[in-house]
C-alpha cells in the first residue's frame, strides 16, 4: 500500500474536529474565567480592604489553589474535554498541569519523582513566559519610551 493510499484511509476514518464550536466554547469559558478573575478581585478589594494590585495577587492564588483542588478531585480532566482552551490558557492551567505531574510521579519520591518530573509540561510554560516577558518588555522599551 502506498503512502498516498494510505493517508487516504486514514483521512476517511479520522473523525472531524468541530473548530468553530471548540472556539465559541473557549471564549465563552475563557470570558468566564475572566469575570471571575474580576470579581475575585473586586470581593478581595472591598471585603479585606486591599488595593487592586494586592487583591489581583490575591485572585491569582485563589485561581490556582481552584485549579490544583479540581484536579486532585478529578473534576478538571472532564471540564477541560468540554472547554479546551478556555480552562487551559488562564493560570489555571498552568495549576492543572503541574498538579497533574506531581499526582502522577508522588510514589516515586520527592526528589526523583515530584523534583524530577513535575514542571516537565509547566517548566515550557515558565520559560516561554519568561522570554516572552523580556521581548515584550524590551518593545516597550524601544517604542514607548520607558
Not at 523534583?115 to 515584550?136: E, P, Q
Amino acid at each position: 500500500m502506498e503512502k498516498k493510499e494510505y493517508k487516504k484511509i486514514v483521512d476517511k476514518y479520522t473523525p472531524s474536529e468541530p473548530r468553530l464550536r471548540n472556539a465559541i466554547i473557549a471564549f465563552i469559558i475563557g470570558g468566564f474565567m475572566g469575570v471571575l478573575g474580576n470579581f475575585l478581585v473586586e470581593f478581595y478589594s472591598y471585603y479585606f480592604d486591599l488595593s487592586s494590585k494586592d487583591a489581583s495577587v490575591f485572585m491569582i492564588i485563589t485561581l490556582v489553589f481552584l485549579g490544583c483542588l479540581l484536579t486532585c478531585f478529578g473534576f478538571f480532566d472532564k471540564w477541560v474535554n468540554f472547554a479546551k482552551c478556555g480552562l487551559i490558557v488562564p493560570i489555571t492551567g498552568f495549576a492543572h498541569a503541574m498538579m497533574s505531574a506531581a499526582l502522577e510521579y508522588r510514589r516515586e519520591g520527592l526528589v526523583t519523582g515530584l523534583g524530577a518530573n513535575m514542571f516537565k509540561l509547566a517548566g515550557s510554560v515558565i520559560i516561554f513566559g519568561v522570554v516572552s516577558a523580556y521581548i515584550f518588555g524590551l518593545l516597550r522599551l524601544f517604542v514607548m519610551g520607558g
